[in-house]
């Protein structure tokens, strides 16, 4: 039968001799690293496991935020390499929030799964926020800043996708009190008065 | 206070008369589509409900395939326009199915919630198939023929995001079977036998 | 006289010692590949070659539909890699034809040369199909499926040319007879009946 | 059996309201032009010719180039708006040649039907030229100078195709010497002489 | 004279009757705005000041950051429209300095006219800052918050170029502070003390 | 304190163990080139110093056009690979200029800061043409034929930004005199004079 099928792409391609098949691009994770994705695994050693991840669930929201962001990108799913979409699974402990963050290159879109979870998104003319239950989707923009709270009374679960394999996370706090700028020069430019600085450097481990 | 506002983008930008306002392009749907998506809906008539579609619950799979797609795409989500992203709701009754199907310009990633499916895609040089549980992901790259089937005992359901506000859905029966293309083209072109044309377009609604 | 062209390039040039030279990027097919494409050769290993390929000669139609397709992609013609173009030749013996098929990340038009043929694509609202003789031009749009038949009483001959430097192409009886997955499981997704299934997998290699 | 497609839709679509076939977007001519192309014609006033253009016959080669470029661009065959694709034919009598030109923002493919055509195209550091026959092709890629010149016996046919529904074509003596700049100006950024400038301005209705 | 030129296109291009002219697509800030920029004003009614601004001269500094940003993007300098590309102008004052920000789908290049700018922008795990004198270029990826700050004894000055036509400007204060988002809520999400977010408020003019 | 930002991080993330900064990606300029740039430095080996270059110094114009640009791309400023950006000065002696040229595949926009420089681009069917001063920005659509004149009577200082990190530069007489392309081929395709031809090919170092 292997003969038949032989045959047949000899028919129907004249020069039989090139691979042909360059219908994905899976990511090579160790391998380089360039603007558009990673390179391409040979096709040959692809399987089925580099389309699949198998980690969607409750991830541990007993950290400060009472949040976990359990993330299929890239890294996690290399089978989306090049193909401008990822997933995560956020999960909020009663009280839990994501703080103000955004992503770089990526849209967002959040379907709620559980819970109530008060989710907006800051533009420089108006607050787009809405208080959403399951059943509910919501879309936030490209590299605009946005924050999801738990606003019900148990706990919140959504799924989010992202228009980018490798959306990373601009967390506000992070950017701000986690680097050793000079707590002068944020405070400067942040307007934030100096101690409200030097006191979230302390929380999200910034020198300076 | 508004005052303070004004002076403050005054001081920010010199010349203070324009809009300064894209942050976004929510789709104006009885306006005109091109190429690149809708055009915008003016900024001062947007509202949080353009970001939000409610849609989510579970569809009606009482049909022949006992399968429900809902849609959150730039028709039911205007603020997906020109995000390169969207999103949809997969109900399967216990033996339902989405038949082969592709999206022309569009990945797929799909997340499990409940029951089991049995998914993959087909490249002209493997198939690429997971019987996948909840808290399984996963990819269908842009273009390749793909399917769902309910293999579990009850019902079965996923989230599914897409990296095209409008991802269409080539299924495979209606393309060949729902229209008035003649039978003997569609025997020849597909090497099915005439007498399996003819029975699937009495099914899909075909003439010819 | 190369001392003219140096100081001229030194003289518009205040950095002099840089190659700037990319104005294309010829695929190393030695080399890694990734979601845009090859690597490039180095610029001073290029040669006019890399830009020509010579193979547009008329197809062996012999096999099983008496087709034959001569590509010149990236693999034949590694100068078009990056350029968002490639291109095919179309051989079609009398009563010859192109099975239905879908390029996943491509559009194509076909210029006729010689011959006739019947050409058509299909949308889930309608089919698109006229009858090409020489002088006539078609476009397939992006994704959709398509067919080519030789409708007229001698060889029909056309050219084509794609929208991506690697079309690919998706043959549907090879993309659902070609594989291992389960005849059942096929039957099922398609909807064509199992007998169906099973006669067309012996005729295009699948097994299962 | 337009009832049984309705119910098949709905059976798989919960929300049927709405339209869902955005598979191409053939350019209304008469409508707004974007940067990505011309507003969708009503997809229930396309007809299978907007997907076809007729007119690849002999063109006229009696100019003063002896040459003839026949388009089937967007504004001939607007069902490519949109699609990143498009094609001529070219027609070169004894003798006949297409003057240096580039195309700004696509790149082309020559497939060589008749007689033999030397062309070329230009990189501040090489020049790459082939003479060419019947089944060979070349690429020029995105922007640069090139050339096509009749170096047969006879008449030579070629097809083009090119990345970009509306390539235009800067020829570069009608950009010299087919406009009102000053003479001087001209002679002083190309470091022709004067006299030349005046005599190619005479040839291609430049004034001053 | 015109005759000539007329017999030119004639002989080069065999259907004479189209428009052929789409170098570029100057945006009627009239018409319709869509996800890739404006529609384009007819070519016919182009100008050259359709190509030029002539407003980059110096701002006004005496405003609350002692800062001017004068923008020559899409809305005043039509001709940038679908090209990728703006600029601006930034005038700071002794003591002046831009505010923390970020540009949702834009990178940005400073080119230091003037002065001392020390600028820098901030990613999850590093901060980049450098102290810019005339003669410095600093590129700031798209999407990271960055800032500016008049760190001379004088006055200073640089001129920005952004890869978006209409670039935006996500000023973190005014997002933070500038709306009716309540205080509780940009307190919880941002980690920020109560106290301090009124009180910027009260400067940036937001209610709640 | 570094403790906490792993908490915080692990809090929200939860799988900690990848690298999760893909925020920009700095050309590795000894590693490989693809369609889309230089493959990325691994991100901890970039410092603030590959994001800013330091020698947008007066050029030298001693040279033949008493024309000097000094370049910002992707091979001096590696910051600026995959961000569609980049940058030059240019320094005009009296009486210099930047011969007719173009970009293959990048706009450009100039930004006036000393002198006075008269500047325009060309179309087929149209020149557009400006006398610029400091204080006026103007905008080179991609592709297109462009120069720049010092017509004032001193020196003239201009900065660009080019919507693409590898802009280079087609300039007219290189392409046309500068290599070893016959000439009469030359002299025929471009319709000059064969002795203009020869006598420039002197001036810029072609043979043939």
Redesign the interface.
């Known amino acids: 039968?292997?003969m038949?099928?032989t045959?047949?792409l000899?028919?129907?391609?004249?020069?039989a001799c090139?691979?042909?098949?360059?219908?994905?691009?899976v990511a090579n994770l160790k391998?380089?690293?360039?603007?558009?994705?990673?390179?391409?695994k040979p096709?040959n050693t692809v399987?089925?496991?580099d389309?699949?991840?198998?980690?969607?669930?409750a991830?541990?929201?007993?950290?400060?935020?009472n949040?976990?962001?359990?993330?299929?990108f890239v890294?996690?799913?290399p089978?989306?390499?090049?193909?401008?979409?990822?997933?995560a699974?956020l999960d909020l402990a009663k009280g839990g929030?994501?703080?103000?963050h955004?992503?770089?290159?990526s849209?967002?879109?959040m379907?709620?799964?559980k819970g109530e979870i008060?989710a907006?998104?800051?533009?420089?003319?108006?607050?787009?926020?809405?208080t959403?239950k399951?059943?509910?989707?919501?879309?936030?923009?490209?590299?605009?800043?946005h924050?999801q709270?738990n606003s019900g009374k148990g706990k919140a679960t959504a799924?989010l996708?992202?228009?980018n394999p490798?959306p990373?996370?601009?967390?506000?706090?992070?950017?701000?009190f986690?680097?050793?700028?000079p707590s002068e020069?944020i405070s400067?430019?942040?307007?934030?008065?100096y101690e409200?600085v030097k006191?979230?450097k302390?929380?999200?481990?910034?020198?300076g």
């Open positions: 039968m292997k038949i099928y045959l047949f000899f028919a129907l391609l004249s020069s090139h691979a042909f098949v360059n219908d994905f691009c391998g380089r690293d360039g603007p558009s994705g990673y390179e391409c096709p399987t089925v496991d389309f699949v991840f198998s980690g969607f669930v991830g541990n929201t007993s950290g400060i935020f949040a976990a962001v359990t993330p299929a890294t996690e799913l089978g989306v390499n090049g193909l401008g979409l990822s997933a699974r929030f994501v703080p103000v955004s992503h770089t290159a849209s967002e879109i379907i709620m799964v008060t907006g998104f800051i533009t420089p003319s108006a607050a787009y926020q809405k959403l399951p059943g509910d989707v919501m879309v936030f923009p490209q590299g605009l800043l924050f709270v799924f996708a992202f228009s490798s990373g996370a601009q967390l506000l706090d992070l950017l701000l986690g680097n050793n700028l020069l400067q430019t942040t307007l934030l008065d409200q006191k979230l302390a929380r999200f481990g910034g020198r």
